[in-house]
């Protein structure tokens, strides 16, 4: 196993760096000071997103592009590295067009899309002109069973006709998100319960379709938004269908093995940021005579934690590796692990980090208690722990089955000292 970036991805990694510290990093306060001041989409976006386009750090995630499509082709395994440094900061996504949900609802145009559908949705999207939503989960069932959802998707001669209720819905609640991909039931009686489901796309201004809250995360407030979202009697063409009927349960599928790479290396580079400030305020601060590194408790958490994200580095990259090679099926139990590790891992290495900044730690003094919340929200957002951890355990078992009898004559072998 070659654990070296390609030449191509060192060369992407040391602009993007660069690109970070000069136009990302200077920006972090005044971001803050616009939202705070309710300025949004923040006055530099725009031009920032233009940069980034000139400078070819644009629409990196997308591998299969066509030659008049703006963006790199770069495989799952050269992306990750890079997703790393974009997500350091939580915002800077969308200054290289690398921005979930966008991404993945980019993914799903641009692979089960018709012509007609990539013309309209697509390409603007990808010139980073508008922005989209990703709507599944509801409030009355439990969503993490894509199977329990409820919205009906009724036909009715050349339209569908969608009632419903959603909620968290992330970007919803962005001036310029102009298109929904909406998960509901075309045929809730089919016998194959995963065959039910179709994604349909709604334009935000389709009548019908109510914002009704954005939803605070741990209080927080995102300008973009995790909205509350009806849909009464939304009515639109048939030709909004993705895919074909029945095929929704399939492309939320697809959808997410490329995804959970992007959120997790994200994490990991808020992981980094939130290592780094713990390391340099234990190297600045004295308690009881000596400076807080020199104290076990803080020197051990800084080890475990660099321990850990490197040990988390690598099992995404190995899972990035194994999409690429087997696709996003094949590494099923590798996606799991990584979406369950990673977004915990966060939590607990800003919490040490806070730790070690005493009161400041959970002032808006440091992103600290913003990395920490995003970490908990991430254990929810694309399938909670539990759910994950469920399906690595039924591989385990069902690959123990497989072999059943194999290991039975060590146990029964005797004894000896
Ligand atoms: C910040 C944020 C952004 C989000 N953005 C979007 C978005 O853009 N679009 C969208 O559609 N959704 C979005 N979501 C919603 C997210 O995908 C769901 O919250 C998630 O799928 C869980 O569904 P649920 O909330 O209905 O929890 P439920 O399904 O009700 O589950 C509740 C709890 O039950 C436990 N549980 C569930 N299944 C099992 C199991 N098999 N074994 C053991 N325990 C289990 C888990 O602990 C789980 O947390 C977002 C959520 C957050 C927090």
Not at 5 to 26: A, E
Not at 268 to 293: C, N, P, T, W
Not at 357 to 373: E, K, N, Q, R, V
Request: with cysteine; hydrophobic share 40%.
């Amino acid at each position: 196993m070659d654990f070296d970036y390609s030449p191509k991805v060192k060369t992407l990694r040391r602009r993007l760096k660069n690109f970070m510290g000069d136009h990302i990093t200077p920006r972090i306060q005044q971001h803050h000071n616009e939202i705070k001041a309710g300025i949004f989409p923040v006055s530099f976006m725009e031009d920032l997103k233009e940069l980034a386009k000139s400078e070819g750090l644009w629409n990196l995630f997308l591998p299969h592009l066509k030659e008049d499509e703006v963006g790199t082709r770069l495989s799952n395994l050269d992306y990750a590295p890079l997703a790393e440094i974009m997500g350091r900061v939580q915002w800077s996504p969308e200054v290289f067009n690398c921005n979930a949900p966008d991404t993945g609802n980019m993914e799903i145009l641009h692979m089960f899309g018709t012509e007609a559908q990539k013309k309209h949705w697509l390409t603007p999207l990808l010139d980073g002109k508008i922005r989209s939503a990703f709507a599944m989960t509801e409030p009355d069932v439990s969503s993490s069973d894509a199977t329990n959802i409820q919205t009906v998707m009724r036909r009715d001669k050349n339209d569908y006709v969608i009632n419903g209720r959603k909620w968290f819905i992330s970007n919803a609640a962005h001036p310029n998100c102009k298109i929904m991909i909406v998960m509901g039931k075309t045929d809730p009686n089919n016998e194959n319960i995963h065959r039910q489901q179709s994604m349909i796309l709604v334009p935000m201004d389709t009548a019908g379709v109510t914002v009704e809250r954005n939803i605070t995360i741990m209080n927080h407030h995102s300008p973009e938004g995790h909205c509350e979202i009806t849909f009464k009697d939304v009515r639109v063409p048939i030709t909004n269908i993705l895919g074909g009927e029945g095929d929704g349960f399939m492309m939320a599928q697809t959808r997410l093995g490329p995804g959970r790479i992007h959120h997790c290396m994200r994490s990991i580079g808020q992981s980094e940021l939130a290592l780094d400030l713990m390391v340099e305020r234990a190297q600045e601060r004295k308690a009881f005579g000596k400076y807080l590194h020199q104290h076990g408790a803080v020197s051990e958490w800084i080890a475990h934690s660099r321990m850990e994200i490197d040990q988390a580095r690598l099992l995404v990259l190995k899972t990035a590796d194994m999409i690429d090679k087997v696709g996003a099926k094949g590494a099923r139990k590798e996606i799991s692990m990584i979406k369950a590790i990673i977004p915990k891992m966060q939590t607990t290495i800003a919490d040490r980090a806070m730790q070690t900044f005493g009161a400041m730690g959970i002032s808006p003094d440091t992103p600290l208690a913003d990395i920490w919340t995003w970490g908990r929200a991430l254990r929810y957002a694309d399938g909670p722990d539990e759910v994950h951890l469920r399906s690595i355990a039924r591989m385990e078992i069902k690959k123990a089955q497989e072999k059943q009898g194999f290991t039975l004559p060590y146990l029964t072998l005797p004894l000896r000292s």
